[in-house]
Nanobody, 122 residues
Framework: QVQLVESGGGLVQTGGSLRLSCVVSVRTPTTYSMGWFRQAPGKEREFVAAINWNGANTYYADSVKGRFTISRDNAKNTVYLQMNSLKPEDTADYYC???????????????WGQGTQVTISP
């Protein structure tokens, strides 16, 4: 049974930072490439960042490149998203999921966790 539990969201001012966490409970999670996605109010869910199974490789959406950093700790079955220099347009619900294939921006599972809300005030 798959379980994704996101946390770490909150309300911060423009220019601030947040660190999101996603605990992954699934059989052999360390073999999966994982990613972060976000959904802003009234918009479709979009890809944010991806990391391969051992954390050696990452890629990002252009909108967050240079500001966000994805990482993982396989011993803790946890994926992180460090978000710096936050902007109001980063306001969204953030979710983690598998990556369908390395290099893609598509989620690998239909299942989603509850997400964590990030709000950036001007």
């Amino acid at each position: 049974q798959v379980q994704l539990v996101e946390s770490g969201g909150g309300l911060v001012q423009t220019g601030g930072s947040l660190r999101l966490s996603c605990v992954v409970s699934v059989r052999t999670p360390t073999t999966y490439s994982m990613g972060w996605f976000r959904q802003a109010p009234g918009k479709e869910r979009e890809f944010v960042a991806a990391i391969n199974w051992n954390g050696a490789n990452t890629y990002y959406a252009d909108s967050v490149k240079g500001r966000f950093t994805i990482s993982r700790d396989n011993a803790k079955n946890t994926v992180y998203l460090q978000m710096n220099s936050l902007k109001p347009e980063d306001t969204a619900d953030y979710y983690c999921n598998r990556i369908r294939a390395w290099g893609s921006s598509d989620p690998g599972m239909d299942y989603w966790g509850q997400g964590t809300q990030v709000t950036i005030s001007p």
